[in-house]
């Protein structure tokens, strides 16, 4: 019972961490803007992380073609997680490395926005889809633990949750995504 109430305890106290933080609350503002202007002007976004991130990367493209809060509209949001056939073919043919660097190539514009999650900052295939975004002039956002790792430098926005531990950043990163979401959604659409 008692490690059970620490973990949540622990949650608490990054989530409480993060309200103390204006300048991580002025980039997630920053980053709100950056896809309600990319949507406006016909951008779309692409997703990319690993394992728990992954499925991070899967559940915010759902938010965003699907819906949130209301019906509307659907958004242009895509895991580039999803399509397995391209992940084990470009894994086995070239480098697990560059399995989302490719289709970011295949599918990625000038102003479109790139988000890679990784709670370290160091997953490479993450770090390479991010330097091909940034390439083509795709606007960057990272999500990644306390030291941001290496895509702390690369990413255009940086969205750092002040912890080291997975499970933990893992958690607030779908609190971030969700407000996110949330406010998109509400910038773009008028509740009916």
């Known amino acids: 019972m008692k490690e059970m109430q620490k973990a949540i305890q622990d949650s608490v106290i990054v989530k409480q961490k993060i309200l103390e933080q204006e300048q991580l609350l002025a980039e997630i503002q920053k980053v709100i803007k950056l ?41 242009d949001a895509e895991a580039l997680t999803a399509n397995t056939s391209h992940l084990t073919a470009v894994g086995n043919d070239y480098s697990f490395d560059e399995i989302y660097a490719r289709l970011v190539e295949a599918k990625g514009h000038p102003g479109d926005i790139l988000i890679g999650l990784s709670t370290s900052g160091n997953s490479p295939n993450v770090v390479a889809a991010i330097q091909k975004g940034n390439e083509l002039g795709m606007k960057t956002v990272a999500l990644t633990g306390e030291s941001g790792g290496k895509l702390k430098s690369l990413a255009t926005f940086l969205l750092n949750v002040p912890s080291s531990d997975t499970p933990r950043i893992q958690e607030a990163h779908i609190l971030l995504a969700h407000i996110i979401c949330e406010q998109v959604e509400k910038q773009l659409f008028e509740r009916k």
């Open 35 to 75: 896809i309600v202007d990319g949507y406006r002007t016909g951008k779309k976004v692409l997703l990319c992380g690993n394992g728990g991130s992954a499925s991070d990367a899967q559940h915010i493209a759902a938010e965003l073609t699907g819906r949130f809060y209301f019906d509307r509209k659907p958004l």
